[in-house]
């Protein structure tokens, strides 16, 4: 009977969800999903002074905005320190870990010799054998595995290949600290096997780790997971991803206005590929993911990348959908409350009809709420500096004579407004653009728009008619 995959994500709660991280749990959930497997979720809580709520509900609501799910309720990596616990009392007992009584001042000196010899800066074994009946009054003790010192540990990584370590280099690592809280590398080895996972996908920077964890499940005769080490991100120059690269949390991404789908999709490209498919829908994503496409060079951020793609889907998806996900936008937005406020209960519905003409133009879902802001001005509007120049005594001219023209049409639609405009236009010997330019500042406040039928079409006859009339009165 074949293993059901289980993968987990694992992050932790110290600030937000990055774009990093959000690659790392779409890699999990990914490969789950391709074996029918599951994709548990693990908040690793145990560094309690940077530990935060607020970071939690961040990390859930960026996997639940990515629609990324996870299998049952998270699992608390604080709330299980007992367990981790007896883990390492079991370990003490079976002579595999020793308590070690070095001091702080010590253990510096340690790092400070070894640095000088040009070595690793680890433990240097002082406490490993020594009679535990020479310890020293007043200090609590740290328990440290006792890791092999000949030989070697190595990792069939599925992204990296072989990675071999000498356990000469690895040293006795803390499992408990002097004031019984477990440490980082023992919780996540009990977590995993306690969880049933059987396939850890994380970043590169963990390998390192990987072959601690390994002696650990050996110590323990668990069945170590599979490793799959994925390459960090990096900026477009090759350096680090930083903040200035597009660090951001997840959250900041949903409120630039990019759709999770276009996201995804960015995401699965960088550092993995099938072929040359640049549009993958989530569905190929879980048919083609594998780990052995991810490449095991870093991949790079690149915005201009991710603005093509996000354009791509805005294009594709439906006007109700595309209303969906602003409904779910705006509350996130810096000025939700006005903008609630301007659109009101009618405002979305008037939103979808001015869709087709918005989509076109449009990166992100910022783009086009910015270009739909005209429907929902206030009247009498104020036109700004490039606007207010169309509507110059020429420009006011033009609209005293379009506004009986408009006013007839019937039925009013696109086909009706625009027959209108261009027969206008061609009967006063005017360019169809010296008819719509003033009249877009007139209708927008702005000299950009949208087709200026669509939007005639949308604001509708009688809220078209009056704003023109706003501006004309005194011409």
Request: proline share 5%; charged share 30%.
């Amino acid at each position: 009977m074949t293993e059901t995959v289980v993968t987990r994500f694992a992050p932790s709660p110290t600030g937000f969800l990055h774009i990093g991280g959000a690659r790392t749990a779409l890699f999990n959930w990914l490969f789950a999903k391709a074996h029918g497997g599951k994709m548990l979720l693990r908040i690793e809580d145990t560094d309690r002074a940077r530990s935060t709520e607020e970071a939690i509900q961040a990390i859930l609501d960026g996997l639940r905005w990515l629609e990324l799910d996870w299998e049952g309720e998270p699992v608390y990596q604080f709330a299980r320190a007992e367990r981790h616990r007896d883990v390492a009392d079991k370990l003490l007992a079976d002579g595999k870990a020793y308590r070690c009584y070095a001091t702080p001042e010590e253990l510096q000196a340690m790092r400070d010799k070894a640095r000088a010899e040009g070595n690793s800066p680890g433990y240097d074994g002082t406490w490993r054998d020594r009679d535990p009946a020479l310890a020293p009054d007043g200090i609590a003790p740290a328990i440290r595995f006792k890791a092999p010192c000949e030989g070697e540990t190595i990792i069939e990584d599925r992204v990296q290949g072989r990675v071999t370590f000498a356990n000469k280099d690895l040293d006795d690592f803390v499992i408990l600290r002097s004031d019984g809280s477990p440490t980082y590398m023992l919780s996540v080895v009990v977590d995993d096997h306690d969880m049933g996972i059987t396939h850890v996908v994380r970043g590169d920077d963990h390998l390192t780790n990987a072959a601690r964890q390994t002696q650990l499940f050996e110590a323990l005769d668990w069945q170590a997971p599979i490793y799959a080490h994925v390459p960090l991100i990096h900026g477009p120059d090759g350096a680090k991803l930083s903040k200035r690269h597009g660090a951001l949390g997840v959250e900041a991404y949903r409120e630039m206005g990019y759709l999770p789908v276009a996201l995804r999709n960015y995401l699965v490209r960088l550092g993995w590929s099938h072929g040359n498919a640049e549009i993958i829908s989530t569905d190929e994503m879980i048919s083609w993911f594998n780990l052995e496409a991810i490449g095991r060079s870093p991949a790079r951020f690149d915005f201009t990348k991710l603005e093509s793609l996000n354009r791509h889907y805005l294009r594709a998806m439906s006007d109700e959908e595309i209303v969906s996900h602003l409904k779910a936008l705006v509350p996130h937005l810096p000025n939700a409350d006005d903008l609630l406020d301007r659109i009101g209960d009618e405002g979305w519905d008037q939103l979808e009809r001015a869709m087709p003409g918005l989509k076109e133009r449009a990166k992100t879902l910022v783009d086009l709420l910015e270009s739909a802001e005209y429907l929902f001005l206030k009247r009498p509007l104020a036109p700004d500096e490039k606007a207010s120049k169309l509507l110059d005594r020429d420009g006011q001219e033009t609209l005293a004579q379009l506004l009986p023209e408009l006013q007839s049409v019937d039925p009013w639609n696109v086909t009706e407004v625009e027959n209108c405009l261009r027969a206008f236009a061609e009967r006063t010997d005017r360019k169809l653009g010296k008819v719509a330019q003033p009249l877009r500042a007139a209708l927008t406040g702005r000299t950009t728009s949208p087709g200026i039928f669509d939007v005639l079409d949308v604001l509708g006859r009688e809220e078209a008619v009056a704003r023109i009339v706003d501006q004309t009165k005194h011409s």
